[in-house]
Every structure is written in structure tokens, then in C-alpha cells.
């Protein structure tokens, strides 16, 4: 049995960072924030805290792993008093491969003989899935809801609390038990998968979007619309409540942070936008709205955007379309369709091939009669080869679904470059 180690995050768990975000929204400012972090406001999360990471770091016990980069981890360590030992920078959490690495290469523990402390529910699912043992910290990027629900043993509210937590993790009165992945959701199984590799799907989808997405680009301009989803893509990092009372996405630009766009406006803009490329499409008896995942489980963002926005152009076209609407179209309140395993972004240069959504989107059982939809949307913010559209079709068809009509429906088809 090796001596028991604890798993810091940096960001919001020992040090409360939020000022420092806007430098990390440009490249420019990510070069910079490093040199500049002793004038941005940042502090301690506790005294106690800091002891407690100090403590164990002194013993060879504590790691830090960050999304953030590594010279700015240690910047920030170093203003605050925090021993700069073993850091994992841009770990790329909640995927797990940098993270599994860097433990068997600096530790060699078992999974048993860790805890990670966390305030996010990325950082806890880590955990999980690696098999370690977590604590969330409560009041940083996550709520206590969506740390239990990626499957932190405890969440804590205070220092002391947290003490003691470590204590009974020393002890072995903190173990590890694994999240229910599925949550009450159905998806393919093994050999449904491999059958639905060569079978040819009965139905096809109906692909259309509003307008057309440039990727921001340092070598051009982009529209209007792709700083509308831009913003809304950076809007999943504030709570709806926050977006709703005017939350501005915030940048470093020009030696500066500079006020950014009301992510609201950005949202009501595209959100008109698909109500009336929907009400092109003409379509005709009952439908049912569902959201396309992002690349992680919805709990680990502070918004469910594509969820947000869809339930809001459903209460648009009902609006619009009267009072006989509200027989039209179906609505459940949880999310239908989620992303239960996280995956690489495709942005991030992951390969979304139609097994991979498989194996990693589960739909919940809605209706008692799914022969009472002739029509389903599903409704995502940006597609480039539609193959994720194509495989959520796939999977509500074997669900029982299959004589329903399916489209897709986007904000944006990504323009070639």
C-alpha cells in the first residue's frame, strides 16, 4: 500500500481566480496573464486550505492537475504561498488520458490511495472514471448537484469540513463507488453498435441551418452570426440566471480586458434565426423538440445551452403558431438526449465517427406511445458533417422511434475552409 496523496485543482478550489478568466478567452492574453498575475485580483479560497495542500506537498502527498497552463499554475502558486511542486498544466480534464499518465508516472499509487479535491464537475468525473475516490469544493465553478451527479463521495462547505473529510480518507472511510453512467437513459448495445455499422438507416434526416459558421481565424473577419455563436459557446461558462441579467463574455485585448457582448443578445438573435428557418420548413402533425449534447455531460457546464436555447425556440413557434400549437409540440423538461461518457470536441480535433456517439449518448424513455410523434428535431448550435445529428436519429429509431421523420436543425454548417 503506497501513502495516501491528494489531487488538487488549482482554479477556483485553492485559488479563487475568476478575474484572471478573460485573459484566458484570447491567445494574446494567455501569453500575458503569466507576467501579469500580480495585478490581477486573485486570493486564497482559505488559509486553511493552503496549510492543508503545503502540508501534504512537503511529504511528497499533493499534486496539483489544471486545465490551466503549467507557468501560469506556478505563477499563481508562487503569489499566494503555495509550494510549486508536481503540477499537471493543461491536463485536458474531464478527459483522462493526461491525467492517468501523470499519476503513474510521478505517484505509481493505486487508484485507493487517492482523493481529489475539486470544484468542478469536469475535475470530479475525472475521478470517477479513473476509479479515485473525489470531494468537491463547494461555491467555485460547480454546484453541489452537478459534483454528486459526476460522482464526488462528499461535497464540502467549509474548511473544516473538508479536514475532516481528508481524515476519513486517511482512515479508508472514503471510497470510491461509481456514478450511474446511464441515469435512468437507454443507449445501444455492443451488438447493436457493431450491427448498425453497415445498416443502411430507413429514414433520412433533413439537414438545414440557419446560416453558415466561420471559425474565428487571426488571418480574417467573420460574420456577424459567428460572434453570435461564439458568444454563446462562452456563454456555457455562466449560469442561465447570469446570461439572462446581461453576463458579458469579458476578453483581454489591446494591453486591456475589454467588456464584452451581452451573451442575451447573442442568444435572442440566433434564437429568431431558427424559429424562422423552422417555420420554413413547413412541417406538418406533432413534433418533438430535442437538444443535441455538447461534447461533455450537460452537468458539466454552468448552462445547458443547446438545451436552453431549444426550449425556447419551442415556446417561440408556439407563440407564433397559436393556440393549436400546443398539442404540436412535445417538451420534456429533463434533457432527452445526453452525452453520458465525455468525448473529445471536435473543435479540439476530436474524430466524432457515428460509433463514438453510440457508445457515448444515452436517450431518456419520454413518451408511453412513441407512434404519437411523426416528427422529431433535433436541434443543435453548430454542424460540419452532421454525423452527430445523423447518429442521435439513429439512436432514437432503435428506441422506437422508427417511423418517425427526423431533421436536423442548426444555427450554423461550419463553411469550408
Known sequence: ??????????????????AARPYMRTRKGREVVTEEIGNIETRLRSKGIAEIYNSYEREGRAVVI???????????????????????????????????????????NGPEEYLFVEDSAGGILVANSLGIASVGVDGGYSTEEQM???GAQRVVKSIGELEQAIKDFEKGEILYEKRDVERGTERMTKEEVIK???????????LTSATTY???????????ESQWILDIKAGRDMTFEEMVEGGTRDYYAGGRVRKGKKVIESFNNLRSMVVRRISELGIKGKVLIVAAPNSLPEFCYRC????????????DLMKQEGEEAREKYFWGDDRIVKRILPTEAAHSGGMRTSEKHYRTIGVRKLLKDPREVENVIIFDDVTTTGTQIESIARIMEKLGLEEAKFYGVTIGRTADR
Open 148 to 150: 454528486m451527479m459526476a
Open 1 to 18: 500500500m503506497g501513502k495516501k496523496c491528494l489531487v488538487f485543482d488549482l482554479d477556483d478550489t485553492l485559488v479563487m481566480t475568476g
Open 214 to 224: 466561420t471559425p474565428y481565424s487571426r488571418d480574417k473577419e467573420i460574420s456577424e
Open 304 to 315: 445547458d445551452m443547446n438545451h436552453s436555447l431549444a426550449y425556447n425556440v419551442r415556446n
Open 196 to 206: 448498425a455499422r453497415n445498416e443502411i438507416s430507413r429514414n433520412e434526416v433533413i
Open 66 to 108: 489544471t486545465n490551466s497552463p503549467t507557468d501560469y499554475a506556478e505563477a499563481v502558486m508562487r503569489k499566494h504561498g503555495l509550494r510549486v511542486g508536481r503540477i499537471l498544466g493543461s491536463a485536458g480534464k474531464p478527459l483522462t488520458d493526461n491525467t492517468r499518465g501523470f499519476l503513474n508516472q510521478n505517484i505509481g
